[in-house]
């Protein structure tokens, strides 16, 4: 059977499905993913023993409770701060747009940024991402930001952003990490207006 079902509790007593599943790719570290439904995706290393599964739910249920607390203190209120500070810190303040928000309808993105019509100017970030880095989301929201000031993933456009943001390679990185570990590719996690995300035409 592909996938093995398992309940955990959170601290609120709450039962959180995790649906196990063993991934040849995966040979040290197990990884888990919050499904839309609510539901937890937890793939393990192929030859993982049974019996260590027991140990590694209650550190899923502990990293999910931790997790839940880092996301319910990013709130849009937030998200809009940070973008300020990362205007005003890294791009001198140059960068304009007229709202900022998270959103839970992105499927294959985690990023995009509206060009134009009654929407231009709107910016919105994947909640998926809550739970990532603060130097991760920062990065997302500078890359969108540029956008403001590049409609493509121009070599200026990387430029730009590569000298403004300083994490900007180490930020590409663990995309490419995190998307590798879910099954997808780099144009999956960006998006830029009226295309799909496309890597840097600069680099191999």
């Not at 192929?46 to 990013?74: G, I, M």
Request: hydrophobic share 35%; with cysteine; aromatic share 10%.
């Amino acid at each position: 059977m592909e996938y093995q079902r398992y309940q955990i509790r959170n601290k609120q007593g709450e039962q959180v499905i995790v649906n196990l599943k063993r991934d040849k790719r995966l040979t040290k570290t197990s990884r888990w993913e919050r499904l839309p439904d609510g539901s937890l995706l937890l793939r393990i290393p192929y030859r993982l023993p049974r019996y260590r599964v027991a140990a590694l739910l209650e550190q899923v249920a502990s990293q999910v409770d931790k997790a839940s607390a880092v996301r319910a203190r990013r709130t849009d209120a937030e998200l809009h701060q940070r973008a300020e500070r990362i205007n005003h810190k890294y791009f001198k303040g140059k960068l304009q747009w007229n709202n900022i928000r998270w959103v839970s309808n992105m499927q294959a993105r985690i990023g995009s940024c509206t060009r134009g019509g009654p929407t231009d100017g709107e910016i919105r970030i994947s909640d998926k991402i809550k739970g990532w880095p603060d130097w991760v989301i920062d990065y997302v929201i500078a890359h969108e930001l540029m956008h403001r000031k590049y409609p493509n993933h121009s070599a200026a456009f990387w430029n730009d952003l590569q000298a403004g943001y300083p994490l900007t390679e180490q930020a590409r990185g663990f995309i490419q990490g995190m998307s590798f570990a879910a099954g997808r590719v780099l144009d999956d996690d960006l998006e830029e207006p009226s295309q799909a995300f496309q890597d840097n035409p600069n680099k191999s």
